[in-house]
């Protein structure tokens, strides 16, 4: 029990220092300007934190954002799958795929059901892809859950 923990612990370290070098936000200095994925996914927080502050904070500043609202986020979240990211070996070994296919079912989800439990399952989503792939963002994403 105790080794098990232990290894654990050892594995845990091991993936995080070698996953800390990928930092991601933006302040990273890119000569070719942004990637198509990164400026996506930058639309993508943008919709979540609409979605949470119209549906949750009641935040609504005209009566059609609701729709308009979810269907700009509709016409986004599948291309995380597709958009060209800054390393472009991103989706080689199918594990950022795995990842991808998870969000992408839980936001189908939230789609069907607007809860405030589904809307957090997806928030945790993007936060377990960005455990593997981009550590920089997850304090931001964070922010994102809604909290009674
Ligand atoms: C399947 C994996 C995956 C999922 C799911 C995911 N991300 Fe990302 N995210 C990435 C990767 C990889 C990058 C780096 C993109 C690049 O540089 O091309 C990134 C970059 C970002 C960035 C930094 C963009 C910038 O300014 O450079 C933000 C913010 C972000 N994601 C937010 C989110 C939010 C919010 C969600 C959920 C709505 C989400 N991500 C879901 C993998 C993911």
């Not at 654990?8 to 091991?14: C, K, P, R």
């Not at 995380?80 to 936001?107: F, M």
Request: charged share 20%.
């Amino acid at each position: 029990m105790l080794k098990n923990l232990l290894y654990t612990a050892l594995l845990l370290t091991f993936f995080g220092c070698s996953n800390s070098k990928n930092e991601c936000e933006s302040e990273q200095v890119n000569p070719n300007g942004e990637s198509e994925l990164a400026l996506l996914m930058r639309d993508l927080h943008q919709n979540t934190l609409e979605i949470k502050n119209y549906l949750f904070l009641n935040d609504s500043i005209e009566n059609n954002l609701n729709s308009n609202l979810i269907d700009e986020f509709k016409s986004n979240y599948q291309s995380i799958k597709t958009a060209n990211p800054t390393e472009s070996n991103l989706r080689d070994d199918g594990i950022y795929n795995g990842y991808a296919d998870l969000y992408i079912n839980s936001v189908d989800k939230f789609l069907n059901d607007k809860s405030q439990k589904n809307y957090n399952s997806m928030v945790t989503n993007c936060i377990q892809c960005h455990q593997q792939f981009c550590l920089g963002a997850i304090g931001k994403i964070n922010k994102l859950y809604y909290k009674k």
